[in-house]
């Protein structure tokens, strides 16, 4: 069965995840990757399964993901949909509360796979204004990675059992 990954990524994390996500089921499947920065509303009509990945930002997914899955909520909810976002919150239940919280309530329920993949702050990519509040918010002003491996490989198995 044919494969999307469709994803939103402002500064790389959340790319970096769904092209990593992508090789491990290309060993299995025909896989197709879509930025959203690159193709705003991608054809959802000749893929069995639709993967969507979004970064959180103060708890919100992208606007450009917002957008894409309004526009295209019916056709995703006749698809087999894997659903993932990438950010930094500590906490195991917020972590969860933000993944639910980012995509219409109907696609969280039919989702066979979701996770929350870890995520990062790249302050090389970011702004002034962005790293003051990342500093002030997180305590940091270096850059740090907490992409979660063995979450990724969790969604990974999932995605590979309905394969």
Same mark, same amino acid.
């Given at each position: 069965? +044919? /494969?999307a990954i469709i994803y939103a990524s402002k500064y790389g994390t959340t790319e970096k995840v769904a092209v990593t996500i992508a090789e491990k089921l290309r060993e299995?499947?025909?896989?197709?990757?879509?930025?959203?920065?690159?193709k705003a509303n991608p054809d959802l009509s000749s893929y069995g399964i639709v993967i969507l990945g979004t970064p959180i930002y103060a708890g919100k997914a992208s606007k450009k993901m917002m957008t894409f899955?309004?526009?295209?909520?019916?056709?995703?909810?006749?698809? +087999? /949909?894997?659903l993932f976002v990438c950010g930094m919150e500590p906490s195991r239940a917020k972590r969860q509360k933000e993944l639910e919280d980012a995509y219409p309530d109907g696609l969280v329920k039919n989702a066979f796979a979701s996770g929350f993949l870890g995520g990062a702050f790249i302050?090389?990519?970011?702004?002034?204004?962005?790293?003051?509040?990342?500093n002030k918010i997180a305590?940091?002003?270096?850059?740090?990675?907490?992409?979660?491996?063995?979450?990724i490989e969790a969604f990974i198995k999932k995605l590979l059992d309905v394969l």
């Amino acid at each position: 069965m +044919k /494969t999307a990954i469709i994803y939103a990524s402002k500064y790389g994390t959340t790319e970096k995840v769904a092209v990593t996500i992508a090789e491990k089921l290309r060993e299995k499947n025909e896989v197709e990757l879509f930025s959203l920065k690159q193709k705003a509303n991608p054809d959802l009509s000749s893929y069995g399964i639709v993967i969507l990945g979004t970064p959180i930002y103060a708890g919100k997914a992208s606007k450009k993901m917002m957008t894409f899955f309004q526009k295209n909520e019916q056709a995703l909810l006749r698809k +087999k /949909t894997g659903l993932f976002v990438c950010g930094m919150e500590p906490s195991r239940a917020k972590r969860q509360k933000e993944l639910e919280d980012a995509y219409p309530d109907g696609l969280v329920k039919n989702a066979f796979a979701s996770g929350f993949l870890g995520g990062a702050f790249i302050f090389e990519r970011m702004n002034f204004i962005e790293r003051i509040i990342i500093n002030k918010i997180a305590k940091t002003n270096t850059s740090v990675s907490r992409i979660d491996e063995n979450a990724i490989e969790a969604f990974i198995k999932k995605l590979l059992d309905v394969l």
